[in-house]
């Protein structure tokens, strides 16, 4: 479980991620994180967040968000909002790293998405852009359904064009990664 000072890094989309606020600090009200990407890092792919807000207050270097059809860069000081619904994607527009203070509300199980994203990258999991590998993927999109979906085809396209591989994930044990660990007395 994600806690205020922890620090994640993705080593294939170049994101550092330093937990402010968790969802346990806010009463699940709030997640705000300090992001930082290296000059080639990016956001693993075009995605959309439900029911999510996210706000994005660029701290440092420049950020390239593309919000449905929509380009925008954003330097230091700028705000970036994302509504809930709308596909999205980011990455660092400069030569050196950028930062952003980032808000996302309600905070939902993102801490959980981000520490796994991580782990799987480090497992060697995913692809070159840090998207989980096939099989990953079937579970990781079932697990984190109310934080985040594929941003095409539509929804219950995606769902339908996975469950075969969900049950094959389930089948050779991927999904112990979302088992929920046993409380110890």
Do not use: C
């Amino acid at each position: 479980m994600a806690h205020a000072g922890q620090v994640i890094e993705n080593p294939l989309s170049g994101e550092r991620i330093r937990f402010h606020k968790t969802a346990a600090d806010t009463g699940g009200e709030l997640l705000e994180i300090d992001l930082e990407l290296s000059p080639d890092g990016h956001v693993p792919g075009m995605h959309v967040h439900p029911i999510q807000e996210e706000r994005f207050e660029v701290t440092k270097g420049a950020l390239r968000f593309k919000m449905g059809r929509r380009k925008v860069t954003a330097r230091a000081g700028d705000v970036v909002v994302v509504p809930p619904g709308v596909r999205h994607r980011f990455a660092n527009a400069g030569d050196g790293p950028a930062g952003a203070r980032v808000q996302v509300r309600p905070a939902l199980r993102m801490e959980e998405l981000f520490e796994t994203t991580v782990a799987l990258a480090k497992d060697g999991r995913t692809t070159r852009k840090g998207l989980p590998k096939p099989l990953d993927l079937a579970l990781f999109v079932r697990e984190f359904d109310r934080e985040v979906q594929g941003a095409f085809p539509p929804v219950w396209v995606q769902r339908l064009t996975l469950a075969p591989l969900a049950w094959l994930a389930r089948r050779r044990g991927y999904h112990a990664r979302y088992a929920t660990e046993p409380a110890i007395a």
